[in-house]
């Protein structure tokens, strides 16, 4: 027997009885920009698996790999969203259904919810867009609500993030092996799991992100993204780390190796604070992703941002 249900308060809910031994479990997620290339360009699709470390990608599969990457943005990884955007092409029954999916959520949020208060985990989910939207992303508690504190809400971040609903990025005091034992449990981001509906959640016109103009929002959007696509590919989930040069956007540990990664929206050098980090820890990889294309420069490898999920790969 095969059922599919929702984590949602499975975790922080009341114990119940349960078969031991008896079921396999499997975690399903949305679909990762592979995934969704796979279901609705297979052509591209077989390039892009042929992609390998080092290799040049002609003009033309870039363009349409960036094209690509653009479309992701706004549709996400949710299989009804990919379906209808396979069958219509439509941005706006995307946003209803988007729409929905939220609203469906938010019902959710009250019926499994177990002890923790429904209404603050509506406050937290409806703040992680304006949270990002600040220019530190560090999860404050006063933005929820004025005068916030830990104790408030602590217990509907961790319902939300069991639940699968928010993904946290915890800052890290060091950037040593192993990454986890210089986590700031106090000091930490929170992403949506699903980048395209954090774009509806941020309010975001899909024309923004279909013409390509400059919007406020790009920069967390693009973290987002790239969360979404590292998340499984390394045994340690990422983190962040900030000192007073600046803030590098992801630390990621593969093996004892500690590896610096900046997201960029555009085609943007990097930042001062990414290649002073660089200077001061001579790492041996160090990551830019970007709508560049695959390039290396000194010390830093520009990875394009469609190539986020084969990050392990091309290292």
Known sequence: MIAAGSLLGTLLAQPKSYPVGMVNLMDIYPLTFDEYLEATDESLYSYYVSIHKEQHIEDIFHNRL???????LIIGGMPECVASWVKYKDPQKLSQIQ?????????????HNGRVNSGRLLM????????????????????????GRARDFEEAIEWLVSAGMLNRVYNVTKTEHPLSAFDRLDCFKLFVFDTGLLKHMAGIDNS????KTD??????????YVLQQLRGQFEVEPRYYADKTGEIDFVLQNGTEIIPVEAKGGEDKSAPSF??????????????FSRRGYLKNGMITNIPLYLARKTKDLL
């Open 208 to 211: 923004a992100i279909l013409l």
């Open 66 to 72: 960036l094209e690509a990457y653009n479309n992701y």
């Open 275 to 288: 290649k002073s980090y660089i200077a001061d820890h001579q790492p041996g990889h160090a990551i830019r």
């Open 99 to 111: 729409r929905e999916l939220i609203e469906v959520y938010e019902n959710d949020f009250s019926k």
């Open 215 to 224: 919007y406020q929002f790009k920069g967390p959007l693009t973290e987002n």
């Open 124 to 147: 937290v989910f409806r703040s992680i867009a304006t949270q990002l939207a600040k220019p530190n992303e560090k999860f404050m508690y006063g933005a929820v609500r004025e005068g």
